[in-house]
């Protein structure tokens, strides 16, 4: 039996939170199939529970910051599936006003800033934002997350030598899901345990399970913690998995079946779901309503994209440069 560590309420949030996460991405990836989505497509399949742990530790007031593969990022820091799905479709509607497609996810309002195409670039800027509150002077703190191919960039090091001499509220988060598109960790490095790389620095920094959201949530509200108390920045690796490709063009010959099917057997959504079974937590009726609700909400999301309109062509000319009236520009 699976005992429960967290209160009945946790569990049933972090069920149903990585439920959307899976179910929308694997809509998307029929979409893709379709050619109703276009572009780059990096699924977040198996690698739920990284975000779910950590997103129960934040104040909605917290940033946070990613690469590329973001939909279920957006989706945990409060963008709406529908806002989410159509910028999949590139459409108006979408977060990024069907600009920046899947890989370019962004949502001011829900302090989620990106989405970022360019590996390791969000690094330094996840840092830039934690300077800025810091010299606000106020308690907000910032996950940026990257991908274990993101700590061979310059910028990484750089950014964790800031962090660590300024004591900014960052907490940097590898996605360590084994391979940096087809190329596995042992091939670039000859550290394969990637938090050692923070030790350098003076950085609190640790392995954590993430197939496992208790795992995560509790190195996350450490972390966390540590930040807010103005202690500076921790760095996380979350052993985690993707069971599809790199991204939807990648077969991922490059693994074994018995690798792939290794992972999925403590697939994270499973052993909530034995967890809130095992203790009673939850009736099938109930937990029938959350999946319900969950492809409600999915299917919603594509009707929404499928009826919104393409930007209009002047929107070309738009969100290039900042506008003149910003009150940091001058003339």
Known sequence: ????????????EWYEQMLLMRKFEERAGQLYGMQKIKGFCHLYIGQEAVVAGAISTLKPQDNMITAYRDHAHALAKGTSARAVMAELYGKATGCSKGKGGSMHMFDAEHKFFGG??????????????AFADKYNGNKNVTLCYMGDGAVRQGAFHEALNMAMTWKLPVIFIIENNNYAMGTSVERTSNVTD??????????PSEPVDG?????VHTAMEKAVKHARDGKGPSLLEMNTYRYKGHSMSDP????????VE??????????????????????????????????DIVEDSVQFSEESPYPDRSELYTDVYAQKDYPYIMD
């Open 262 to 295: 290794s992972y999925k057997a403590k697939d994270p959504i499973e052993i909530v779901l034995k967890t809130i079974q095992d203790n009673k937590m939850a009736t099938a009726a109930e937990i029938e309503i959350i999946n319900n609700r969950v492809r």
């Open 194 to 203: 990637l938090y050692k790389l923070g030790l350098a620095y003076d950085m």
């Open 116 to 129: 970022h195409g360019i590996v390791g670039g969000q690094i330094p800027i996840g840092a830039g934002i």
């Open 1 to 12: 039996m699976a005992k429960s560590k967290f209160p009945k309420e946790t569990y049933l």
């Open 211 to 215: 197939m496992s959201v208790e795992a």
């Open 252 to 259: 991922a010959k490059y693994r074994t079946k018995e690798e």
